[in-house]
């Protein structure tokens, strides 16, 4: 599995794992309660593989953002994303020193964090780490 089939819907909580594509839409399987449900082609749908975090030097893919926190943890589940935005924000400069503070909001911090406790919870960090191998 790559960040590949993986997508974040607008208005709708966690991560989904890509089934298909439809005529109208994609067949997805929820990360958190493993439901599987039809999404429109009118939702705000992005593939986590497209996602980038803002550097002052560049931009630094999701999947290596992933990867420096699974380091840092160990392979294991970080800290909850409901912590308080100077924990998080604490969080993150040990993770991606040089991350832009004006241009990467707290709200995009959170969903980093609970997308990658998602990710970890469903085994599939694993596999990212494969995929380069």
């Known amino acids: 599995m790559s960040l590949e089939n993986i997508l974040s819907v607008t208005g709708k909580p966690g991560l989904y794992q890509l089934k298909t594509k439809t005529r109208n839409g994609f067949v997805v ?18 593939v986590l593989k497209d996602i980038s975090i803002y550097t002052y030097e560049t931009e630094v893919p999701l999947k290596e953002v992933f990867q420096k926190i699974a380091e840092k943890e160990n392979q294991g589940p970080t800290i909850n994303h409901k912590v308080s935005k100077n924990e998080l924000q604490s969080y993150f400069s040990e993770v991606l020193p040089n991350y832009d503070e004006e241009r990467v909001y707290a709200s995009d911090i959170k969903k980093v964090v609970q997308w990658y406790n998602l990710l970890q919870s469903n085994d599939l960090l694993v596999t990212l780490s494969q995929e380069e191998e």
């Open 29 to 46: 399987e929820s990360l958190i309660d493993k439901k599987t449900a039809i999404i429109g082609i009118n939702h705000n749908v992005s």
